[in-house]
């Protein structure tokens, strides 16, 4: 069954509710927006965009997204959204890889692009007889057909494409539903988080119930024109950073939210320190969800519900709220050791998982599959212990991966950028803690013999490859680096003098 049915059944007992609005304005009916998706879907398949065709969405968060993800399921082809925050260079190979022949592009990105691919602005003269193409019926596809191709750093430096099929994405909203509170057409899901990531895979179960989704007019996480929409819209729920909920408690403007209004806010994508954990309670009430997923299973690992946030009086609040929670419905969760072996409960391990929710496998890449799923389980490159309650506590990653508001950095990415500088000898990046952020990345350099380093030089040299994010934000530049008997670069003594 193809993932845009959600779209065609809503579209029938709220065919009048608003589906869509920019801010407070609302833009299209369940109706209109069915009507649009199937025109798109139409015009796609006139070009000979159908099943097995990626299709790029290089777009910030408007309205139109909603049009185009379900335009394209409706033509059977698979969506690949891109981060809007990745460089350039980033964005070229990973619509190259996916082979698009056509990348839907926003205003603020289109100046980006430039491959061998035909651009489609929304809003703009080249856009228009896509809607007024004529509807077509949804195309019929497979279970395992791909859906999305979701693009995730890899430790090689290189994105991988983690093949999410309509299986997948259905298995993802069903537990959803199972999992959180029911959503029903009164309410609203808002988009101050991209929703090229979680936040676009969450809106799926919210389509499925008739909710309204609120695109802010900023496009982005902006605290007081946030509060305003949830001020606006009952029923409220948004997907956001752990950074970003440390953001809207801080901001002056917290005082004036209707908390009334807020239904949930679902967090996940990087560590939420306790204590910020708290603060977000006591001053937003029992609204917040954690889940725990990554892309090769979207969102859906383990999660912490909001009661669980709360004190039950059985004395284990505060290991509750450092805990990632427990398992999803519809996903079995493991701890093992290097061999696949279930490790004691309290000992730490790699964490596991499987279910109709992980993704088919990497594309292209049957290598990296393989490793990701070995014995029929996702190995998510996390450490985490199981208690004797079934709660998962993350410890660390094992690949290094350091998270900066909720964006995953890669150290070796950024190792290899640096190590592109002539006069950079050896270089190890590590994640230095941040109150905000979550981590920050820096960089210990060693410079070749008789050469001077500065770090105009090498900020310089990360803005012309990598996205801006991924920048280290401190350099310390040594004489050498601590290693092992092997050669190997001994990360844990980084992290000790400078981390």
């Known amino acids: 069954?193809?993932?845009?049915?959600?779209?065609?059944?809503?579209?029938?007992?709220?065919?009048?509710?608003?589906?869509?609005?920019?801010?407070?304005?609302?833009?299209?009916?369940?109706?209109?927006?069915?009507?649009?998706?199937?025109?798109?879907?139409?015009?796609?398949?006139?070009?000979?965009?159908?099943?097995?065709?990626?299709?790029?969405?290089?777009?910030?968060?408007?309205?139109?997204?909603?049009?185009?993800?379900?335009?394209?399921?409706?033509?059977?082809?698979?969506?690949?959204?891109?981060?809007?925050?990745?460089?350039?260079?980033?964005?070229?190979?990973?619509?190259?890889?996916?082979?698009?022949?056509?990348?839907?592009?926003?205003?603020?990105?289109?100046?980006?692009?430039?491959g061998a691919f035909r651009v489609i602005r929304p809003g703009h003269a080249e856009y228009a007889p896509l809607l007024r193409a004529d509807p077509q019926p949804m195309a019929e596809v497979t279970p395992t057909d791909m859906a999305w191709l979701f693009y995730t750093s890899g430790t090689t430096g290189r994105p991988k494409g983690a093949m999410l099929t309509h299986r997948n994405l259905f298995a993802m909203t069903l537990s959803f539903l199972a999992d959180i509170d029911?959503?029903?057409?009164?309410?609203?899901?808002?988009?101050?988080?991209?929703?090229?990531?979680?936040?676009?895979?969450?809106?799926?179960?919210?389509?499925?119930?008739?909710?309204?989704?609120?695109?802010?007019?900023?496009?982005?996480?902006?605290?007081?024109?946030?509060?305003?929409?949830?001020n606006r819209f009952p029923g409220s729920s948004l997907f956001a950073a752990p950074t970003m909920v440390k953001r809207l408690v801080e901001s002056p403007a917290i005082g004036e939210l209707n908390t009334a209004h807020l239904d949930h806010i679902f967090y996940g994508g990087g560590p939420m320190y306790v204590e910020d954990l708290k603060r977000a309670l006591d001053r937003l009430g029992p609204c917040l969800w954690q889940l725990y997923g990554q892309g090769e299973a979207p969102c859906t690992?383990?999660?912490?519900?909001?009661?669980?946030?709360?004190?039950?009086?059985?004395?284990?609040?505060?290991?509750?709220?450092?805990?990632?929670?427990?398992?999803?419905?519809?996903?079995?969760?493991?701890?093992?050791?290097?061999?696949?072996?279930?490790?004691?409960?309290?000992?730490?391990?790699?964490?596991?998982?499987?279910?109709?929710?992980?993704?088919?496998?990497?594309?292209?890449?049957?290598?990296?599959?393989?490793?990701?799923?070995?014995?029929?389980?996702?190995?998510?490159?996390?450490?985490?212990?199981?208690?004797?309650?079934?709660?998962?506590?993350?410890?660390d990653r094992v690949k290094d991966m350091i998270i900066s508001g909720g964006s995953n950095i890669y150290p070796r990415e950024v190792e290899e950028v640096l190590l592109t500088h002539p006069a950079v000898l050896e270089v190890s990046v590590i994640g230095k803690p941040h109150a905000d952020w979550g981590e920050e990345v820096v960089a210990i350099v060693v410079a070749r013999p008789g050469h001077r380093l500065g770090e105009a030089d090498l900020d310089q040299l990360c803005l012309d490859n990598i996205a801006r994010f991924k920048r280290p934000k401190a350099y310390h530049f040594v004489a050498a680096l601590p290693k092992n008997n092997y050669g190997k670069i001994l990360k844990t003594e980084l992290r000790k003098l400078y981390g």
């Open 1 to 114: 069954m193809n993932i845009a049915s959600i779209l065609g059944n809503a579209a029938r007992p709220f065919a009048d509710r608003p589906a869509v609005f920019l801010g407070e304005t609302p833009l299209c009916s369940y109706a209109e927006l069915h009507r649009r998706a199937a025109s798109i879907g139409g015009w796609l398949r006139e070009q000979g965009i159908g099943p097995g065709a990626c299709v790029g969405l290089y777009m910030s968060n408007v309205p139109a997204y909603f049009d185009i993800l379900f335009g394209v399921w409706f033509a059977g082809a698979c969506a690949v959204p891109v981060n809007a925050k990745l460089h350039a260079k980033e964005v070229a190979f990973i619509l190259e890889n996916c082979g698009a022949r056509l990348v839907f592009a926003s205003d603020d990105l289109a100046g980006n692009l430039s």
């Open 182 to 230: 029911p959503v029903d057409d009164r309410d609203a899901s808002l988009y101050p988080a991209p929703i090229s990531h979680g936040a676009g895979l969450l809106s799926l179960a919210h389509f499925v119930r008739g909710a309204a989704h609120v695109v802010p007019e900023s496009g982005g996480f902006e605290p007081p024109e946030l509060i305003r929409l949830l």
């Open 301 to 395: 690992i383990s999660y912490l519900p909001k009661h669980l946030h709360l004190d039950t009086g059985d004395g284990r609040l505060e290991q509750r709220l450092a805990s990632a929670g427990i398992a999803r419905s519809g996903v079995e969760m493991r701890v093992v050791d290097a061999e696949d072996r279930d490790m004691p409960l309290g000992q730490t391990g790699e964490v596991i998982a499987r279910g109709d929710v992980v993704m088919a496998g990497y594309w292209n890449n049957p290598q990296a599959s393989a490793s990701t799923l070995r014995n029929g389980w996702l190995h998510t490159g996390d450490v985490g212990s199981l208690d004797e309650y079934g709660f998962l506590t993350l410890k």
